[in-house]
Nanobody, 124 residues
């Protein structure tokens, strides 16, 4: 499956952005999809992930209550709604697909397919 993230940009603290991850091919509905971010000088970290059906989600503690992940298997997209953004959310955001179920798809290793990232910059 090939993935492409979009929707990044510059926003003021307290603002919102909606990222979208689109798949161009492959059996999209058979993959757990995750959003990850990489801050300057840091490694890639999980942000949110969603089960194949979309029924279950998992969030990093730092984004709980502010970010919402959702998916539309018909459109082959997974969105990440980000609200109340802070400068600490500044990072390159990427989406990835894992053949494992949500419970097993922890960290970055279970994810086999990665798309190019999109930059999110939050100004103070």
């Amino acid at each position: 499956v090939q993935l492409q993230a979009s929707g990044g940009g510059l926003v003021q603290a307290g603002g919102s952005l909606r990222l979208s991850c689109a798949a161009s091919e492959g059996a999209f509905g058979t993959y757990t999809i995750g959003w990850f971010r990489q801050r300057p000088g840091e490694g890639r970290a999980p942000v949110a992930s969603i089960s194949r059906s979309g029924y279950d989600q998992r969030y990093a503690d730092s984004v709980k209550g502010r970010f919402t992940i959702s998916r539309d298997n018909t459109k082959k997209t997974v969105d990440l709604q980000m609200n109340n953004l802070t400068p600490e959310d500044t990072a390159v955001y990427s989406c990835a697909a894992s053949p494992f179920g949500l419970a097993q798809a922890t960290g970055t290793l279970p994810y086999d397919f990665w798309g190019p990232g999109t930059l999110v910059t939050v100004s103070s």
